[in-house]
């Protein structure tokens, strides 16, 4: 009887435990030379995001505790990623990773609203792939990404606070299972071949910029 109740709460609980799972590897991140893991991580932690979220929907175990988990657990995440990034470029970068914490901060607290469902802005999870990407992108072409970060900062702090949404994103799009697998499939071909960085990042850059200049012109518009 007692294993047989273990085994339920379990399997009601796999979604949280993989929303979990996706984070508790991150401590590596504050060890002696934690940061070279900073890009593995990132991947693992997207995969993660997905999986949880792909898991519920199919074992039917999507629940209000669920959702609230996920959204802290995102919170959690990528405020380590964006501040082990900042003190790992001390000052350049270090006072515009101030900003976007508080941007996931402010985001995942609307999330986190009961009685709203928000659909509008970009998910910090997105701001996750940018930063990848502009990673490894600079470090294929040779040429430090401070610039580069700060900018991907800059932008995504604008879109996850904007009022209106940003449904021409990569990973806005992808809605069946076996096309989120390829997107993080792309992240993974990204790192481990790096002549495909530029191409990857060049995509999610541009959908999302063609995302905030056209849906932030149409709102702008109304207003």
């Keep these: 009887m007692k294993s047989s109740f273990i085994w339920t709460f379990l399997y009601k609980n796999i979604p949280n435990i993989v929303s979990i799972l996706g ?3 991150l401590a590596v991140l504050f060890f ?14 997207n995969i993660m995001d997905d999986l949880d979220g792909i898991l519920a929907i ?5 629940s209000h505790f669920g959702a609230a988990l996920d959204n802290v657990c995102d919170a959690v ?21 101030l900003i976007a914490v508080s941007v996931i901060l402010i985001r995942v607290t609307s999330r986190l609203t009961a009685s709203e469902k928000n659909s509008v802005g970009s998910p910090t ?4 792939r940018h930063l990848l990407l502009a990673l490894l992108t600079a470090q294929y072409f040779g040429f430090a990404p401070d610039a ?22 990569i990973r806005s799009l992808t809605k069946s299972a076996t096309a989120i697998g390829f997107v993080n499939v792309a992240l993974l071909v990204a790192w481990l071949i790096p002549a495909t960085s530029f191409i990857i990042a060049l995509c999610f850059f541009t959908t999302h910029l063609y995302s905030l200049i056209s849906e932030g012109a149409r709102w702008f518009k109304r207003a």
């Design 58 to 62: 199919k074992l039917n175990l999507r």
């Design 148 to 169: 580069l970060l700060i900018t991907v900062v800059l932008l995504n702090s604008i879109s996850m606070l904007s009022p209106f949404p940003m449904p021409y994103l």
């Design 32 to 45: 002696k030379d934690g940061f070279q893991y900073l890009i593995p991580l990132i991947i693992y932690n």
């Design 77 to 97: 995440a990528h405020i380590i990623f964006v501040i082990a990034i900042g003190i790992h470029y001390e000052m350049t970068f270090g006072i515009v990773s």
């Design 23 to 25: 984070v508790l590897p």
């Design 125 to 128: 999870n997105e701001l996750m």
